[in-house]
């Protein structure tokens, strides 16, 4: 079954904001660490952004973006403000539950960055 799903990518115009969802099908508190990654065209995966014991941001999007969950909708979001033509890329949701040992991806959601 499918654990994690990404919405609300589109199409948006730069120094324009949009925010990602991350809906999962699980209690999001059993994972030690959710993170957003992303791939842009011709390019592997990269880690954005991930919460858990600690938070992190890649430094390309620090300040920018934010990563945040809600645990009472077992939701996590990623808020991207200014975005720019860099951005593009297909965004992906991360959970992984340590105590089970496994690892959960979203399908992802394509953000396209243009004029």
């Known amino acids: 079954q499918v654990q994690l799903v990404e919405s609300g990518g589109t199409s948006v115009q730069p120094g324009g904001s949009l925010r990602l969802s991350c809906a999962a099908r699980?209690?999001?508190?059993?994972?030690?660490?959710m993170a957003w990654y992303r791939r842009a065209p011709g390019k592997e995966r990269e880690l954005v952004a991930s919460?858990?014991?600690?938070?992190t941001y890649a430094a390309s999007v620090q300040g920018r973006f934010t990563i945040s969950l809600d645990k009472q909708k077992d939701t996590m979001f990623l808020q991207m403000n200014d975005l720019k033509p860099e951005d593009t890329a297909d965004y992906f949701c991360?959970?992984?539950?340590?105590?089970?040992?496994?690892?959960?991806w979203g399908q992802g959601t394509r953000v396209t960055v243009s004029s």
């Open positions: 991360n959970g992984w539950d340590r105590s089970a040992g496994i690892t959960y």
């Open positions: 699980r209690s999001i508190g059993n994972f030690y660490t």
């Open positions: 919460t858990g014991p600690t938070t």
